[in-house]
């Protein structure tokens, strides 16, 4: 959880409880190729491991998705939060 303020307006940010966490994929960084998408990293790992025992890449970029929501703190209102 992380506090700052935009102009006047105190917020708070948050992990978002309704967006799926943690997705996870890899990039090749030869090819471009990209493995699925899924919460299980080691599945990806294992993707990395297979495309470069199949093509002989080595060099693979990862992403970790994490979705966040700002909450205005009380006495806050939204609209004032977007100004």
């Known amino acids: 959880m992380t506090k700052g303020v935009k102009g006047l307006a ?9 967006a799926r966490q943690g997705a996870a ?8 190729m990209r493995s ?5 990293q080691v ?6 491991r297979g495309h470069a ?3 002989g890449h080595m060099r693979f970029r990862g992403v970790v998705t994490t979705f966040f929501v ?3 703190d009380p006495g806050q209102s939204a609209r004032e939060e977007a100004t």
Request: negative net charge.
């Open 10 to 18: 105190e917020y708070t940010l948050r992990l978002d409880p309704d």
């Open 25 to 32: 994929h890899a990039w090749c960084m030869t090819c471009g």
């Open 36 to 40: 699925r998408e899924t919460e299980d």
């Open 43 to 48: 599945a990806v790992q294992g993707w990395c």
């Open 53 to 55: 025992d199949e093509t």
């Open 70 to 72: 700002v909450i205005p």
